[in-house]
């Protein structure tokens, strides 16, 4: 347990409904990155917070998600009209951002497995 | 070639081997190096990290930097049944605010 907790852990929809999860960051963590990860692939990065700032969005971050982090604690990723090529693993990871970055170390969450029939 | 590659696996070595496991990179000023390792249904989890030339040892666990060749190793000494996972090589470039850019990874299957 890396002390990241993410819920629900598994979530099944049909397609065209909305979704949201919830991450909760170890709590001296300032940064929040959430990455999504499908199978025989590695993570890929989707956006992060630095605090309760987004400060960068992926590509892959359609119109159709979004994310917050009020207050720079816990973190949510919406997404809309859920279609089934959003089905993958969800990973949310947290770091303490020191000095110039080098071997910060990211912590992952358990993964939210989203599922769209 | 992609950013972050892992081409060689999947790999099954005998019980108490030593498993290598390697990744090559693009040169974008790459800063720091991480190998996570991840079991089936489960998030990545950290082993260690590199970021200066050379090799750094953590138990069973060695990582090697070689950044004029553009590669990273993981060595994994007297391999266990329970080390059999997939392993993630991940970049963090230079003003990259920390994100990760993540290999496909290396699926290693000990036999016991």
């Known amino acids: 347990d890396t002390g990241v907790s993410q819920n629900p852990r598994h979530k099944i929809t049909k397609r065209g409904q909305n979704v949201t999860f919830r991450c909760d960051p170890i709590?001296?963590?300032?940064?929040l990155y959430w990455y999504r990860q499908t199978l025989g692939q590695g993570p890929e990065f989707l956006t992060y917070?630095?605090?309760?700032?987004?400060?960068?969005k992926s590509r892959l971050l359609s119109d159709r998600f979004s994310a917050e982090r009020p207050k720079g604690s816990f973190s949510t990723l919406e997404i809309q009209r859920t279609e089934q090529g959003d089905s993958a693993m969800y990973l949310c990871?947290?770091?303490?951002?020191?000095?110039?970055?080098?071997?910060?170390?990211?912590?992952f969450g358990p993964g939210t497995r989203l599922t769209v029939l | 070639q992609k950013e972050v590659e892992q081409n060689s696996g999947p790999l099954s070595v005998p019980e108490g081997a030593i498993a290598s496991l390697n990744c090559t990179y693009s040169d974008r000023g790459s800063q720091s190096f991480f190998w996570y390792r991840q079991y089936s249904g489960k998030s990545p989890e950290l082993i260690m990290f590199i970021y200066s030339n050379g090799d750094k040892e953590d138990g069973r666990f060695t990582a090697q930097l070689n950044k004029a060749s553009q590669y990273v190793s993981l060595l994994i000494r007297d391999s266990q049944p329970s080390d059999s996972a997939t392993y993630l090589c991940?970049?963090?470039?230079?003003?990259?605010?920390?994100?990760?850019?993540f290999g496909k990874g290396i699926t290693l299957s000990v036999r016991p």
């Open positions: 709590s001296e963590h300032n940064r």
């Open positions: 991940a970049v963090n470039w230079a003003g990259a605010n920390s994100k990760l850019t």
């Open positions: 917070f630095q605090n309760e700032a987004q400060l960068e």
């Open positions: 990871a947290s770091l303490r951002s020191v000095g110039t970055g080098v071997g910060n170390e990211q912590f």
